[in-house]
């Protein structure tokens, strides 16, 4: 029973390079989410999909794309990593809008 | 602006010592608060949504209730296993932002015993 699943659990990158952040969910479920989580902050949202072949800007998207060609993976990537985006990654899913949103365990991600 | 604030931000107990847990919110088109729990290097794990003032939910030692602006964790006897960090986050229904949430930034809880 996974549910939902991420790769890589860590990452050190060294500013400008890029790289791709996979999430898989089990569920059949037809949102995905990305969110970073920052000390001090709340989750922040950086892209979602509310179906596959689709993707819309969360509150905190630059940097970042996002691809859901598939309905069970949400990629997210960053083309030319900066140390600010050093960060715990999470994604999620849910069935519809109303339901609550299941996590993954995180990437944490450090960009030197 | 859309805020959802958590008090307080760490909190210690002694086993069996109840509290509670705020979280306050000032949005516009509340459709759900949602209550989850996150343990360290773990992702949020969902415990409760309330949708109306008035309504509760329980589960074990915990209890969530919701007014017009804020939302209360209650924690009865809590045991060390309880210790965590407990996230708050509203859902928006208005615009383009149908569904998605504002997260607080959590209450740490430690409980001693």
């Known amino acids: 029973n996974a549910g939902v699943t991420q790769t890589p659990k860590f990452r050190v990158l060294k500013t400008g390079q890029s790289m791709t952040l996979l999430c898989a969910q089990d569920m059949n479920h037809e949102y995905m989410y990305w969110y970073r989580q920052d000390p001090g902050m709340g989750l922040r949202l950086i892209h979602y999909s509310v179906g596959e072949g689709t993707t819309a800007k969360g509150e905190v998207p630059d940097g970042y794309n996002v691809s859901r060609l598939k309905k069970q993976n949400f990629l997210l990537g960053l083309e030319s990593a900066a140390p600010s985006q050093t960060s715990v990654y999470f994604c999620?899913?849910?069935?519809?809008?109303?339901?609550?949103?299941?996590f993954g365990d995180g990437t944490r991600l450090s960009i030197l | 602006e859309d805020q959802v604030t958590q008090s307080p931000e760490a909190l210690r107990l002694q086993e069996g010592e109840s509290s509670s847990l705020n979280c306050s919110y000032t949005?516009?088109?509340?459709?759900?608060l949602f209550w989850y729990r996150q343990d360290p290097g773990k992702g949020p794990e969902f415990l409760f949504t309330?949708?109306?003032a008035g309504e509760e939910k329980e589960k074990e030692r915990l209890k969530a209730t919701l007014t017009k602006k804020e939302s209360f964790l209650h924690i009865t006897a809590p045991k060390p296993e309880d210790s965590a960090t407990y996230l708050c986050?509203?859902?928006?229904?208005?615009?383009?932002?149908?569904?998605?949430?504002?997260f607080g930034k959590g209450t740490k809880l430690s409980v001693k015993p």
């Open positions: 309330l949708y109306s």
């Open positions: 949005v516009s088109g509340l459709r759900g």
């Open positions: 999620a899913s849910s069935s519809d809008r109303v339901q609550p949103q299941h």
């Open positions: 986050a509203v859902r928006l229904n208005y615009g383009g932002s149908q569904g998605n949430l504002i």
